[in-house]
């Protein structure tokens, strides 16, 4: 089945630079790639996601790069701050069960 | 904050004892998916409900159960509780169609076992 690695597990970043969060896929056949911010006691919060149809996508501060060939996927945040402190999770899915297979989370901590 | 529920927020049970948790969808939605997350780790998939059939499944034994009702709400089920069950259960909903694949949580049921 599905393997997702994730890494690093934690990362520390002074205020204002940018955090790039890296995962590894197994199945060429996954196609959906989805990336969730969790906060300490609250649920997952989709930030950002990309198929497999899409090299690249970006949302604001937020941007998401997905090489097939090597099968690997990035987290970019640039100029991050405080409230970017928060758990982050890659995950992928194939078909369009959604049922997803989740990494292991990184713990982004903004250092003032 | 997405329209889905879980209930109860917390629980307390002991080894050997069966649970059942709820979660109620989005409205307009007609997939449920089930994760465990224990602390400090990834969410686990334990199943999904598909327009009240089962639509796949994770490495979970059969002492997890499920059921989706006709309103698309959800129940998870677990007997013969261990220890290892502690965790925090996820509930996901999702409108199954070809382009869409966000899956909008709820907060989660906390369950520890004693």
């Known amino acids: 089945g599905e393997n997702v690695e994730q890494h690093p597990s934690t990362l520390s970043v002074q205020e204002g630079d940018s955090a790039v969060i890296k995962c590894t896929y197994s199945?060429?056949?996954?196609?959906?790639f989805p990336w969730y911010k969790q906060e300490l006691g609250k649920r997952p919060q989709l930030i950002i996601d990309?198929?497999?149809n899409v090299g690249e996508k970006k949302d604001q501060r937020i941007a998401v790069t997905l090489n097939k060939t090597a099968k690997h996927f990035s987290l970019h945040i640039t100029e991050t701050q405080p409230e970017d402190s928060a758990v982050y999770f890659c995950?992928?899915?194939?078909?369009?069960?959604?049922?997803?297979?989740w990494g292991a989370g990184t713990k982004l901590i903004i250092k003032p | 904050e997405t329209g889905v529920t879980q209930s109860p927020t917390h629980l307390i049970k002991t080894r050997g004892q069966q649970v059942t948790l709820r979660c109620s969808s989005q409205?307009?939605?007609?997939?449920v998916s089930w994760y465990q997350q224990a602390l400090g780790q990834g969410p686990q998939f334990i199943f999904q409900?598909?327009?009240?059939?089962?639509?796949g499944r994770g490495n979970f034994p059969p002492r997890f159960s499920g059921l989706q009702f006709p309103n698309y709400s959800s129940e998870l089920n677990v007997n013969a509780l261990e220890l290892d069950d502690s965790a925090l259960y996820l509930c996901?909903?999702?409108?199954?169609?070809?382009?869409?694949?966000?899956?909008?949580f709820g907060p989660g049921t906390r369950l520890t076992v004693l």
């Open positions: 199945d060429s056949a996954s196609n959906y």
């Open positions: 995950a992928a899915s194939k078909g369009s069960n959604y049922q997803l297979i």
């Open positions: 409205s307009g939605h007609n997939t």
């Open positions: 409900y598909y327009r009240e059939e089962e639509n």
């Open positions: 990309i198929r497999s």
């Open positions: 996901a909903s999702s409108l199954k169609r070809e382009g869409q694949g966000e899956q909008f």
